[in-house]
Nanobody, 118 residues
Framework: QVEFVESGGGLVQPGGSLTLSCVAS????????MTWYRQAPGKEREVVAA????????TYADSVKGRFTISRDNAKNTVFLQMNSLQPGDTAVYYC???????????WGQGTQVTVSS
């Protein structure tokens, strides 16, 4: 079955950095645009960044442009999110998934918590 396992979150001070990883399984990873999402307390889940199948194009939410970098390793079925200059407003649970549906559904992992606080 389709599965996403996110890792790499934690507590970091403002201005710090973290790198998130997400290992996918259960589908042909290289056939899909991959996306990082986040959900802050009391807010809806939002798209943070997306990357095309061959990594030739990336897109970012305005709030993270210039600070976050998405990348992928198709040989390892893994997508990454390098986060620099973190701000308290980046505090959220971060999830990865396909941009659209896969295997007839939209699947989510357990997410990884990122907390930015002094």
């Amino acid at each position: 079955q389709v599965e996403f396992v996110e890792s790499g979150g934690g507590l970091v001070q403002p201005g710090g950095s973290l790198t998130l990883s997400c290992v996918a399984s259960g589908f042909t990873f290289s056939d899909y645009v991959m996306t990082w999402y986040r959900q802050a307390p009391g807010k809806e889940r939002e798209v943070v960044a997306a990357i095309t199948r061959a990594s030739d194009r990336t897109t970012y939410a305005d709030s993270v442009k210039g600070r976050f970098t998405i990348s992928r390793d198709n040989a390892k079925n893994t997508v990454f999110l390098q986060m620099n200059s973190l701000q308290p407003g980046d505090t959220a649970v971060y999830y990865c998934s396909t941009l659209g549906m896969v295997a007839g559904g939209k699947y989510w992992g357990q997410g990884t918590q990122v907390t930015v606080s002094s």
